[in-house]
């Protein structure tokens, strides 16, 4: 059974399927493995073995999704020992095409990171180097996937939150066009920007996840589902396809990342592909108004953690004003109340059009610059984080550091595209992700180049024991 560690999901699927292996078999050796979990990438294992574990190896969840009779906290002490009366529709999806539930994944508070340390139940570890970040908020579930706890994961993408991870930690993680999954048991940030997405060992298992993930939900009325069928990639050239690159130039890009990027350029290239840079002139304003968007959608939707209906109340309190004040005071954490109080602010009268209406005009722009850009290239191409995983602590003190590591993402989900980020290679021994992103519902495409770039690069994950 050690052999399946170094399988995918895809193939550890076609085993089940042939009888050479039981689905309890298999759930059963990935919960051994998520038990022994030592980087803090879980913070709930499934303890007994499904009646029907089903037709998919497991999958890890991101807290942020609801599941029913399970501790579902999204990260967050205010939510702590919070159990769910009903299952999220896109884990009830991966349940019915035969994936069970393996556990609960660690993550920044109600998704608000990008390292996974503000995490209420404490940091995760990447394990290329435990004395750094996994990425973040979806950093417990790269985590997992990346050290061989989970042979595939969920997480959540609201400005870059599974590709960053995903980049950092060496794995591959995708973010779906806005709508092609459902939001509906997905604990909400900014009801907006979120999107469920998976993070896999390589693009075929993606490309799995997201044929069970997709479909239009009538409990989410922004869900589409996507108009075609996924199809397993297959690509091995790029003949014919244009590729536009951005970002390479962009001050704050660190010299190792930029060299193994290009490098991936001159892959493309070799494939077949042309490539040429692109400007996205609204693009360099992305984190701006993303750090106005989101706090201000999220101001919105954690306004219902008052300490009246669920999660936690605090005992210090007079009267009704007291409880909802030390409430949330004592229950949230500092990074999540910061996001509030920028949100509350920027949506309070006066206040409304100068700094929201302002950040949604910049919004339309990008997403302008995008449709401009796809009439040009078939897909945008830029590295997925400016650095390399950073230490835990480095970045703590200075949100605005932080906030920068999402500089490559953030434009997509604003644009409400989809994007895919696949590692291309190392720098100071770390991974480097090269991110793909084309226009709605052009995710068989993007995973389709994205499958011929592996094949080409080879990349070799983290040895696991």
Known sequence: MSDLLGLTAATQAELIASGEVSGAEVFEFWRGRAAEDDLGAYLWVEEETPADPGRLPPVAVKDLFCVEGVPSSAGSRILEGYLPVYTATSVRNLQEAGAAVLGKTNQDEFAMGSSNENSGFGPVQNPWDRGRVPGGSSGGSAAAVAAGTAPWAIGTDTGGSIRQPASLCGIVGLKPTYGAVSRYGMIAFASSLDQCGPLTRDVTDAALMLRALEGRDPCDSTSLGLPEAVTLPSAERLDGLRFGAWGLAEEGLDPGVAEVCRRTLDRIEELGGGVQEIELPSAGHGISAYYVVAPAEASANLARYDGVRYGYRSPHYDDLLGMYENTRAEGFGEEVKRRIMIGTYALSSGYYEAYYGTAQKVRSKIAQDFA?????????????????????????????????????????????????????????????GFQIAGPAFSESRILDAAYALERTIGFEGVPVP
């Open 372 to 432: 401009a850009a796809f009439e040009q290239v078939d897909f945008v191409v830029t590295p997925t984080s400016p650095t390399v995983a950073f230490e835990l602590g480095e970045r703590t003190a200075d949100p605005l550091a932080m906030y920068l590591s999402d500089y490559f993402t953030v434009p997509m989900p604003l644009a409400g595209i989809p994007a895919v980020s696949i590692p291309c290679g190392l720098s100071e021994g770390l991974p480097v």
